[in-house]
């Protein structure tokens, strides 16, 4: 059975950093890429953030390029969501998924992790 489990969340003042984790079980990081996304209060989830891919590569939007970095820990089955320089307006829930295909969209992916909330106050 594959499961993700993002956690990590939390909440941080403007300017703060967080790091996600998405420790991922009955999949191998080899067959699956991993992104993460998030949905915003009111708003439709976007799409991916970043993602880290099966041949070890990463690449995240031009959205929170620069701010958001993608890491992956293979011994550990986890993926790391770097977040610095917060600002109010990334305040989400925040999920990882896992496709086979390398997607941008949430549709692409084949499994999905519930969600871990992230709040940045001004």
């Known amino acids: 059975e594959v499961q993700l489990q993002a956690s990590g969340g939390g909440l941080v003042q403007a300017g703060g950093s967080l790091r996600l984790s998405c420790a991922a079980s009955?999949?191998?990081?080899?067959?699956?890429?991993i992104g993460w996304f998030r949905q915003a209060p009111g708003k439709e989830r976007e799409g991916v953030l970043c993602m880290s891919s099966t041949d070890g590569s990463s690449i995240c939007a031009n959205a929170v390029a620069g701010r958001f970095t993608i890491s992956s820990d293979n011994a550990r089955h986890t993926v790391y969501l770097q977040m610095n320089s917060l600002k109010p307006e990334d305040t989400a829930v925040y999920y990882c998924?896992?496709?086979?295909?390398?997607?941008?969209?949430?549709?692409?992916?084949?499994?999905w992790g519930k969600g871990t909330q992230v709040t940045v106050s001004s």
């Open positions: 998924a896992a496709g086979v295909v390398l997607g941008t969209s949430w549709d692409d992916m084949n499994y």
């Open positions: 009955g999949l191998s990081f080899d067959d699956y890429n």
